[in-house]
């Protein structure tokens, strides 16, 4: 359990969405920004190639984001993954084939008063389900498959594998509505007692700014491909 447990709930708001933040020139540097990246991981299971937004490859775009965040949610700190230097990242940009699964990005660090975290779209078509429910322990892929709940060798900035959400929020049985139009890929009993907060429709140019400690996963609506930049903070 994260040890600023009340300093996180004191700053805790609902998601918000900027229409309009960034130009369409600026989403074009974001996609040539992602391409000079090298690959980080290419999880072919997953169906995910993952580049890690390095420092220094476009000075100008790691200024602007920075700026137009903390304009949006005040002072932060960099909470991302560190390269081999020792260096923060700026964030995770994700190429998607297939959705991802029922997560939280509760961060790394039981000691991080972790804070929000956004994520800009790069490529139109797209969703993101964020839950009512809320989790303080860290980022975990939540699951009943035991195979992945098997795996405990993790390496550095890989979440654990847990299916502990099971018992935490009631036996409600999902929405079964919301379940056919968004979330084919988990299996409706692994939704068990969680409510939807906000669907994100994925619009080029906006922004998703949310709590760490929000349940989310992406919806199932995908057309061949997604691109988007995930970036967390901490205070
Ligand atoms: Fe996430």
Redo the contacts with the bound molecule.
Sequence with gaps: MNEKIEEIKKLESPPKVIKGLYTQKEINEFIELYKSLPIATHNKKQNVIKKRWLQGYNKNLEKLFCDRLKNEIGDFKMDNLQDEKGNDIYGLIQESYAP?GL???AGFEPNNQIYK?S?IPLTPVGS?IIFKNRFYGGSTTFTQDPEELKKKNLSYGQNKRSSEHLNLYGDKPFDKEIYNKYLKHEKIDNLKGLEVEYIYQWEVGSMLIFDRTHL??SSSVIEGKKIGI?TFTKK
Excluded: N, S
């Design positions: 991802i997560h939280v990005d975290q994520l993101t989310h996963c995930a």
